[in-house]
């Protein structure tokens, strides 16, 4: 597996007042705390949960 098959993404904003599914989509990417990072498969399934909740986290 090398670097360039892979994503890093940072939860940037609270999920907090948001959608029941956005909050599970940030838990499916393995998001937990403000801040916190996780290093993913760059498959189409996590760039289209990316896109879902844009607006919360930032891509690194």
Do not use: F, W
Not at 44 to 59: E, F, H, T
């Amino acid at each position: 597996m090398s670097t360039e098959n892979n994503v890093k993404v940072q939860l940037v904003r609270s999920p907090i007042g948001c959608k029941e599914s956005h909050r599970a989509t940030v838990r499916g990417l393995g998001l937990r705390k403000l801040g916190s990072v996780s290093e993913l498969q760059d498959t189409p399934a996590v760039r289209g949960m990316i896109n879902k909740i844009a607006y919360l986290v930032k891509v690194l």
